[in-house]
């Protein structure tokens, strides 16, 4: 019972932080933009850059969850490779103004960890999904396997670098759209382009 209010008030902060961002609300605005008394805050968690590390963690392990199930609508490494893509879309659409500048500058454990979840989680995941499609010819042969893998996470990285693509003049969905997936396309073979052409369509 605990555990799950612990799990509804995480989601709750997620869609506080989309919201306002992580650090417009002071400690105590946040206490009660989250409808909880102090002293329950308290209970789970230290102070707010807790509260933003937990959160931190719930969210990096919804994503998990979520490539589990896309993985199971979808049978073939390019449409999990697309569907998993398109999933990373999705979340840096969600993200806020400069957010994740915020967490990187003031809740260093935090941005760590969401590193450390691309570096180690995400890497794994895209590169063997990129060697599967080589595999089954729904990628190209010639490829790099491992370089590949390099670029399409520095593409992430770009998407999310406020010094080349300010986000008041750009939008990350908007660069994301304009590299990865074009990118993706010259990846595939045209029996991977015929399997995921509808994908493309709407994006």
């Known amino acids: ?3 799950t209010f612990k799990s509804n008030l995480l989601k709750e902060a997620q869609l506080v932080f989309a919201r306002y961002g992580v650090n417009r609300l002071s400690e105590s605005e946040l206490i009660e933009a ?3 008394a102090p002293a329950t805050f308290y209970g789970m968690f230290r102070d707010k850059n807790d509260l933003v590390v937990q959160a931190m963690a719930y969210d990096l392990e919804r994503q998990k969850q979520e490539h589990q199930e896309l993985f199971a609508n979808f049978s ?3 449409e999990r490779l697309l569907a998993v893509c398109t999933h990373g879309y999705n979340e840096i659409s969600k993200v806020t103004g400069n957010s994740l500048l915020e967490i990187q500058h003031l809740h260093p454990k935090a941005w760590n960890m969401m590193q450390d979840h691309l570096k180690n989680y995400g890497f794994l995941m895209i590169r063997d999904l990129i060697q599967e499609g080589v595999l089954h010819q729904q990628l190209r042969h010639d490829i790099d396997i491992g370089l590949v ?3 399409l996470m520095e593409m992430l990285n770009m998407a999310l670098n406020h010094d080349l693509f300010p986000p008041d003049q750009y939008s990350r969905a ?3 759209r304009s590299g990865f997936f074009y990118y993706m396309r010259g990846l595939c073979t045209d029996s991977g382009l015929r399997l995921v052409s509808s994908h493309f369509a709407k994006l």
Do not use: A, N, Y
């Open 34 to 36: 989250l409808h909880v």
């Open 149 to 151: 893998t390099k670029i």
């Open 1 to 3: 019972m605990l555990q």
């Open 76 to 78: 073939t490494p390019i």
């Open 174 to 176: 908007e660069v994301m």
